[in-house]
Structures are given as structure tokens and as C-alpha cells.
């Protein structure tokens, strides 16, 4: 079985700091990319920070500079470290990866989500 589990979320004040864990568990072979999304009460699921080919990250333009995706391949582990918080960035926060399972098998896969509330 194989499954993500993000970490990290809480309650921190306005220019606060948060980092979120996102941490690949099972028989994976190899993690192709992975992304951060967020949903706020009311609104639709957005794309945070989402990892393009070519080792690069697209962030939203309301994180942009605030938001900093990284990845540690030997843990399977990927990051998310906001600075800056701002109560618009209350959501509950959920890791997608599209990993490979073997050398033949992709699957994609999503975490059950870690709430982070901005707030002073």
C-alpha cells in the first residue's frame, strides 16, 4: 500500500512561518513530481506550488515569494515552507505525487490534508 501523509499544519499568527511535510510511504520506486494544494472554506481546491518538468515549481501569484516547495528524494519527502502568512492562506493544505510504484506502474496519489489557520 502505498499513501501520503502531510504534517506540520496548525495555528500560527499573521507573518508567521509554517512548514508542511508531505511523506511517501510504501513500495515506491521513484516520485515523478509533487504538489501542494489548498482549499478555504467556501471556495474551490487551488493549486499552490505544483512541480513542473525540468526540476522546476509553479507557484500561485498569491504565494509567490512567500511559499517555497522542496523535496528530499532519499526520505521520499516533499516540503512546503510558508512565510509571510496571511489569513487569506487558511485551508486545509493537500499533497499530491505522481510516483512510480515499479519501473512499469504510475500511480497518483493524494493525503488526507493538514489545516493551517492564520490567524491573530
Known amino acids: 500500500q502505498v499513501q501520503l501523509v502531510e504534517s506540520g499544519g496548525g495555528l500560527v499568527q499573521p507573518g508567521g512561518s509554517l512548514r508542511l511535510s508531505c511523506a511517501a510511504s510504501?513500495?515506491?520506486?521513484?516520485?515523478?513530481?509533487m504538489g501542494w494544494y489548498r482549499q478555504a472554506p467556501g471556495k474551490q481546491r487551488e493549486e499552490v506550488a505544483v512541480e513542473t518538468s525540468g526540476d522546476n515549481t509553479n507557484y500561485a501569484d498569491s504565494v509567490k515569494g512567500r511559499f517555497t516547495f522542496s523535496r528530499d528524494n532519499a526520505k521520499n519527502t516533499g516540503y512546503l515552507r510558508m512565510n509571510s502568512l496571511k489569513p487569506e492562506d487558511t485551508a486545509v493544505y493537500y499533497c499530491?505525487?505522481?510516483?512510480?510504484?515499479?519501473?512499469?506502474?504510475?500511480?497518483?496519489?493524494w493525503g488526507q490534508g493538514t489545516q493551517v489557520t492564520v490567524s491573530s
Open positions: 510504501g513500495s515506491i520506486f521513484s516520485i515523478n513530481d
Open positions: 499530491n505525487a505522481r510516483v512510480l510504484t515499479s519501473e512499469l506502474n504510475r500511480r497518483e496519489l
